[in-house]
């Protein structure tokens, strides 16, 4: 309420901003990271599958793209579980966790997901770790007091991300 | 004087946050002492106009040594101690951001 009033009068005549002021890398947090990774981790899956449907996995061109899709679902899955881990250290302070009490749960299924997605080519778990990340983003962004929207990835997999809606 | 700030970044959090407001006040300078642990808006020649906490004084020359609670926090660390003559006031008033 007063602080609305607050917001109006700052709208209206431009309050000076006073700097609670960071270095690098305070202040740059954004989960889109995270999320993209687990979105490539999906999307590694998916290119498993395929190729592991095609010919009879003998010959090294076969051999030269599996490991590489393999590899790069290690890398994002470990990415993912990195990324959220800086912000959980860094950005999510006590009052971010009173006000959201879901938030230590909804990691402790971030980091074994991102295991299970490094461990298994289960794309029902890598689907899961999106999602998962997802909700970290939304509450990420309600600490922000910024609102949130959801919308198919511009590429494949496709599925479904959190983004702010600025 | 008094002065309505918004704050941004967040070195002072958890308590102080990107988007609450702040009313400083300078004239309480006049009959109360700043102690260590109040939070002072004052100007820099790098940054700007800033808000931190004292977290001690000059017993000599009654320079504050600011520092904000993150550990990134921009500071006396960097900048060395903040003279007086800089203060645009102390907080007086705090109005957070509703989350």
């Known amino acids: 309420m007063i602080h609305n009033i607050f917001e109006s009068i ?17 202040g740059i947090y954004d989960p889109i990271v995270a999320q993209i990774s687990a979105l490539t981790v999906v999307r590694m899956i998916d290119l498993i ?21 393999v590899a790069v679902k290690e890398e994002h899955a470990e990415n993912a579980k990195a990324e959220i881990r800086i ?15 879901q938030l230590d749960g909804i990691v402790h299924k971030i980091m074994q997901l991102g295991s299970k997605s490094r461990q298994t080519t289960d794309r029902e778990a890598a689907v899961e770790l999106v999602e998962i990340i ?14 949130t929207k959801r919308a ?15 | ?27 309480p300078f006049l009959f109360n002492s700043i102690a260590p642990g109040d939070i002072v808006v004052f100007r820099n020649a790098d940054y700007g106009t ?6 001690s004084i000059d017993p000599v020359s009654g320079d504050l040594h ?26 007086i008033w705090h109005i957070k951001n509703p989350r």
């Open chain 1, 134 to 147: 997802n909700e970290f983003a939304e509450i990420f962004w309600a600490t922000k007091g910024i609102n």
């Open chain 2, 66 to 91: 600011v520092i904000g609670t993150h550990p990134y926090s921009v500071d006396s660390r960097q900048f060395g101690a903040l003279a007086r003559v800089d203060l645009v006031g102390k907080v």
């Open chain 1, 87 to 101: 912000i959980w250290g860094d950005y999510i302070k006590a009052q971010h966790k009173e006000n959201y009490p």
């Open chain 2, 1 to 27: 004087m008094i002065k309505v700030l918004k704050v941004t970044g967040d070195s002072l959090a958890p308590d102080y946050q990107e988007g609450d407001f702040v009313v400083a006040l300078k004239f």
């Open chain 1, 10 to 26: 700052d709208k209206k005549v431009g309050v000076e901003r006073a700097s609670a002021h960071c270095d690098v890398p305070c």
């Open chain 1, 49 to 69: 599958e395929e190729l592991a449907g095609k010919g009879d996995g003998h010959d090294t061109a076969y051999h030269n793209s599996m490991g590489r899709y």
């Open chain 1, 152 to 166: 198919n990835a511009p590429y494949a997999p496709a599925l479904e991300l959190v983004y702010p809606n600025l």
């Open chain 2, 50 to 55: 800033m808000i931190k906490q004292v977290e």
